[in-house]
């Protein structure tokens, strides 16, 4: 017998095109990897179910484009967003120094105002990196967001990075209303705290 539906969670990826948001968003859903992945036109849109914690957690994740052209069409998907991705290529020093407009973009239009953030450096499979861990960080940190290096090619990260962002918006007060008061306890802490550090593998970190 399945695990009822705790919540239905709302998570938007953002970021620069070519940065690899789709790629990143179906490997998670799909767990697969597509090379000639095509620029997400508008929006892309997928809806996945998780477990943790013995509770069942859905997921509507929305994928952004990241051309300019389509920038009109974003506004209105922040919308009642309990969690955000924003992603850039570890080797792409552009990418990179675009994320403070993203960041402003995701402060202006988000109207959850304690909407949890993560940021994510993706594409680490790839030898001429031009952004240090450090940097992302350090960037993280003054933004006080999550913070993931990943790659949708070979997988490093990218179930922990969705999974450390669900875990978090349920920590968080307001983000999410449960189905019964009983379910309100999951994912935190044993004494009962929602404020605890994250890690995964050596990867994640909440900072």
Not at 36 to 55: C, R, S, W
Not at 74 to 100: H, M
Not at 174 to 198: C, I, T, V
């Amino acid at each position: 017998m399945e695990n009822p539906i705790l919540t239905t969670l709302k998570i938007l990826i953002t970021g620069e095109s070519g940065v690899g948001k789709s790629s990143l968003l179906l490997r998670f859903t799909d767990d697969t990897f597509d090379t000639q992945q095509a620029a997400t036109i508008g929006v892309d849109f997928k809806v996945k179910q998780i477990n943790l914690d013995g509770n069942s957690v859905k997921l509507a994740i929305w994928d952004t484009a990241g051309q300019e052209r389509f920038r009109t069409l974003t506004p209105s998907y922040y919308r009642n967003a309990q969690g955000a991705i924003l992603v850039y290529d570890v080797c792409s020093r552009q990418t990179f120094s675009k994320l403070d407009a993203w960041f402003e973009e995701l402060e202006t239009y988000a109207t959850n105002t304690n909407i949890v953030k993560m940021l994510v450096g993706n594409k680490i499979d790839k030898d001429r990196r031009e952004v240090s861990r450090e940097e992302g960080l350090k960037f993280a940190r003054k933004h006080s967001m999550l913070f993931i290096e990943a790659s949708a090619k070979t997988k490093d990260g990218v179930q922990c990075a969705f999974e450390e962002l669900v875990q978090k918006i349920i920590q968080t007060p307001g983000l999410w209303e449960a189905d019964s008061s009983s379910q309100r306890g999951m994912a935190l802490s044993a004494d009962g705290s929602n404020d605890q550090p994250y890690s995964c593998s050596g990867y994640c970190s909440l900072v």
